[in-house]
C-alpha cells in the first residue's frame, strides 16, 4: 500500500532557490509534491482559482517584489480553507521584527535559508515529519 501524496508549496521569486528547495524535497522520499509561485500575487491566484489545491505546509520568502513574505501570509490566512495550515517564512536574514510580525500573522516559524543542500535537507525533514 502505498502513501498518500501531499503538497508544499513554495513561494519564492528566485528560481534558483526555488529548484534547490525542490530538489531537497525530492531526495528525502517522503511522498511530497512541491508546487512553486513565483511571487504572493500569483500563490494567491492559485489558491483562490483552485479550490482543490490544498496544500499540507506552505514557505514563503520574507524579501519578494510586489507583495512581502508578510504580506502574502497575511492574505493566505484570510482564506478560510487555510487557516489551519503550517505556514513557514524563510529569509538569508531573520531579525526580532521581522520573527514577531510573521508569528502574529499565524507564520509557525521563521527559518534562516539553509547554506547548503544537506542543511536544506535536514531542516525540511524535521518540519516535515
Known amino acids: 500500500m502505498s502513501q498518500k501524496r501531499i503538497t508544499c508549496l513554495l513561494i519564492d521569486d528566485d528560481a534558483e532557490d526555488q529548484e534547490i528547495f525542490s530538489h531537497a524535497l525530492a531526495h528525502l522520499n517522503l511522498n511530497v509534491d512541491c508546487v512553486t509561485a513565483s511571487d504572493g500575487i ?3 491566484d492559485k489558491i483562490k482559482s483552485d479550490p482543490n ?3 499540507y505546509f506552505i514557505f514563503i520568502d520574507v524579501n519578494m517584489p510586489k507583495m512581502s513574505g508578510i504580506e502574502c501570509l497575511v492574505e493566505i490566512k484570510k482564506i478560510s480553507r487555510f487557516k489551519n495550515i503550517p505556514i513557514y517564512l524563510y529569509s538569508t536574514y531573520v531579525d526580532s ?3 514577531s510580525s510573521a508569528k ?3 507564520a509557525v516559524d521563521v527559518l ?3 547554506n547548503s543542500m544537506s542543511e536544506l535537507k535536514k531542516m525540511l525533514s524535521t518540519i516535515l515529519n
Open 53 to 55: 489545491f490544498n496544500p
Open 112 to 114: 534562516i535559508k539553509a
Open 104 to 106: 502574529d500573522c499565524g
Open 42 to 44: 500569483h500563490a494567491i
Open 97 to 99: 521584527i521581522t520573527l
